[in-house]
């Protein structure tokens, strides 16, 4: 005999089914995440490259890693529709920004350091 919990996960599934969709955002780092990420290699990028940039190109890579991965994953044919669908296009557009925030901050730097005086 079903319980009375089962028959309510039952009727659920019948009445609801997109209850059960797997998710995936709860896979996937959060918004805030990306922009944490981006600010700290911008603001390490900008100070580092001031100074000597091979150093900023340095503290740059391991923010390109981490964005590169989290482009696979997001754009990965398994798991982008389904995240699209449940975070929406923001959530792309965020990533995207906080990569750019980090590469102008490596850039800013560049051109800060050849202002300097000799």
């Known amino acids: ?58 503290c740059f890579a391991p923010a390109a890693i981490w964005f590169t991965s989290l482009f696979l994953e997001i754009h990965s044919p398994d798991v982008g529709p389904y995240l699209r669908l449940e975070q929406g296009g923001g959530y792309y557009l965020q990533a995207y920004a906080a990569f750019g925030v980090a590469v102008s901050g490596l850039v800013t730097g560049y051109f800060w350091h050849r202002r300097k005086p000799s």
């Open 1 to 58: 005999m079903l319980r009375s919990a089962h028959r309510a996960i039952l009727a659920l599934t019948c009445l609801y089914p997109t209850v059960l969709l797997a998710e995936v955002s709860d896979k996937e780092p959060e918004a805030l995440l990306f922009w944490q990420v981006g600010l700290a290699a911008a603001l390490l990028c900008l100070v580092t490259t001031r100074f000597k940039p091979w150093l900023g190109a340095i």
